[in-house]
Nanobody
Framework: QVQLVESGGGLVEAGESLTLSCTTS????????MGWSRQTPGHEREFVAS????????YYSDSAKGRFTIRRDNAKDTVTLQMNSLKAEDTAVYYC???????????????WGQGTQVTVSS
């Protein structure tokens, strides 16, 4: 059974940093591209960042570029999203996802986690 479990969400103030983690099980992690997306109530889920099998290339949305960093640890089957200089508009539920396809800027993934809430107060 494939599982993706996000952690690290919480409440922070604008300008602060937060690192999200996604631990996977039940899949050959090294063969999967990983991605992060986010969603707020009443809005469609939007792409945030993705990383290919061997950590290169990586992709970022315009809002994430320069502030967020996606990394993966193939020894620990984990992908992280370091978020710096957080803004109120980053408030959302953040989802981890996995796909056997090359990383890109879409939302076409094979598996999804349950999400973790990030709230940024202004």
């Amino acid at each position: 059974q494939v599982q993706l479990v996000e952690s690290g969400g919480g409440l922070v103030e604008a300008g602060e940093s937060l690192t999200l983690s996604c631990t996977t099980s039940g899949l050959p992690f090294k063969r999967y591209s990983m991605g992060w997306s986010r969603q707020t109530p009443g809005h469609e889920r939007e792409f945030v960042a993705s990383i290919n099998w061997m950590s290169d290339p990586t992709y970022y949305s315009d809002s994430a570029k320069g502030r967020f960093t996606i990394r993966r640890d193939n020894a620990k089957d984990t992908v992280t999203l370091q978020m710096n200089s957080l803004k109120a508009e980053d408030t959302a539920v953040y989802y981890c996802a996995a796909t056997t396809r090359p990383a890109g800027m879409g939302l076409d993934y094979d598996y999804w986690g349950q999400g973790t809430q990030v709230t940024v107060s202004s």
